[in-house]
């Protein structure tokens, strides 16, 4: 099972739907608990629902807001995850730096690993060999099938047990931290959201191809994650049976 399929006419429809099922399973979380928390993900695509999620109305001040990944790169690089949200979601949405939880890209890539999971660890109030539960992730898919910055291969894919960890990542030549498999499969809900004709080779790929997530890592939640919705245009659903 890969989860649900939402798929619209029009990039703008699936922007606009991604984002009122963040904010529904947001304030699901809310009317049991006093805070929610979302973990998410950078890159180029995710930018129109950040934008979309600031625009409305929403109690952001009790909404505590995770990375899935990040690159070992200062705030203010333009590769990084945290600036892009920053402009895009934390400001506009007037998120309070309190809520905000980075990982500090501009530290050697273990210490920010191990810092960013003593935070998860202590915001959660986890013992030891306890995993979180994030109400909402955010996931992106690159062309190559890796998420987060789980990639092809990578010994890390076999790790259910730990937070975080850092990776190198040879493609890009560059150290990240990454969440890893046992997080990303306890949230309780998990979101990717696709758009464009030169998505729909990854969708197909992730969604129809033969289970290999030592290979296309993204399949591993995309298949057994507790509860998945994918929001994609009609473009990147094109080549889907």
């Known amino acids: ?8 006419p029009q990039p703008e ?3 606009e739907a991604c984002a009122r099922h963040i904010l529904a ?11 929610a928390t979302l973990a998410i993900s950078g890159g180029r695509s995710p930018k129109p629902v950040f934008e979309h999620l600031a625009a409305g109305r929403f109690p952001w001040d009790r909404v505590h807001l995770f990375w899935v990944d990040e690159r070992a790169v200062p705030p203010g690089d333009p590769q990084s995850n945290y600036t892009m949200a920053e ?3 934390v400001q506009p949405a ?3 730096p309190r809520n905000v939880h980075r ?7 273990d210490d920010a690993a191990q810092r960013y999971s003593d935070e998860i660890r202590q915001f959660f109030g986890l013992s030891a060999g306890e995993l979180p539960h994030f109400d909402v992730v955010h996931q992106g898919i690159g062309d190559d099938g890796h998420t987060a910055s789980l990639f092809s291969g990578d010994p890390l894919l076999e790790d259910h047990e730990n937070i975080a960890a850092a990776t190198f990542v040879e493609k890009f030549n560059q150290w990240r931290v990454t969440l890893l498999p046992g997080v990303l499969l306890a949230a309780r809900h998990t979101v990717f959201f696709l758009t464009g004709a030169d998505k729909a080779p990854t969708v197909r790929t992730i969604i129809e191809e033969e289970y290999d997530p030592r290979k296309y890592p993204a399949q591993l939640v995309a298949h057994h ?4 919705a994918w929001f994609l245009d009609d473009a990147a659903a094109s080549l889907l049976s």
Not at 1 to 8: A, L, N, T
Not at 25 to 35: I, V, W, Y
């Open 103 to 109: 990982i500090h890209g501009e530290a050697r890539p």
């Open 1 to 8: 099972m890969s989860g649900h399929r939402f798929c619209y």
């Open 225 to 228: 994650g507790r509860s998945v």
């Open 13 to 15: 429809q699936a922007v």
């Open 25 to 35: 399973r947001l304030e699901e979380a809310l009317s049991g608990n006093q805070m």
């Open 87 to 89: 402009r895009h979601l």
């Open 94 to 96: 007037r998120i309070p």
